[in-house]
């Protein structure tokens, strides 16, 4: 597949793509000690949401990579810069203060004290795929491209509610 040459810019999309990942892992292994991660030095070595959270990340993340090397291959249509701005809104102002919130959570000893940022955070970014999709995938996304879609919005779902359901109901 020909790839152009993208400006710095439009690798922003990608680095916010990975970034949650990759927080994830060097917190967990910076707080693998901590008791209430229920890290073990046994098998199973993380709780079966962990697990979850993980393998749904793996689906969302090659989704997005998917759909970003997509976009730069020159047969394919090229991401207007207001629909590069929205992606870059819902992972930056949403994912990352999603992140953020979560993992303040999961390590409080009251996390309902996060409950109603995290569900203000989660309606925003909600709001924001949803624009993203309606207004610019809606009509012009093919099977492929809209499978990538599919394989970012529900990975990341289950990843969070895999996360939301270790943090309120472990």
């Not at 809606?138 to 970012?152: D, I, S, V």
Request: glycine letters at 8%.
């Amino acid at each position: 597949m020909l790839l152009t040459r993208a400006p710095l810019r439009e690798y922003l999309s990608l680095v916010l793509l990975f970034l949650p990942a990759g927080l994830f892992a060097v917190l967990l292994a910076t707080f693998r000690h901590d008791p209430r991660l229920g890290v073990s030095a046994a098998f199973p070595y993380l709780p079966g949401q962990f697990v979850l959270l993980a393998l749904a990340g793996t689906v969302a993340t090659a989704g997005g990579v998917l759909d970003w090397r997509y976009h730069r291959n020159p047969l394919n249509m090229k991401i207007p810069k207001k629909e590069r701005e929205a992606e870059a809104a819902a992972l930056g102002l949403g994912g990352l203060p999603m992140f953020g919130l979560m993992w303040g959570a999961t390590l409080s000893a009251q996390p309902t004290r996060y409950l109603l940022p995290i569900i203000v955070v989660l309606i925003y970014t909600v709001a924001a795929i949803c624009y993203d999709e309606f207004v610019f995938h809606r009509k012009r996304c093919g099977a492929l491209e809209n499978t990538y879609h599919r394989m970012l919005v529900f990975g990341n779902g289950i990843a969070w509610g895999s996360w939301f359901h270790y943090i309120y109901c472990s």
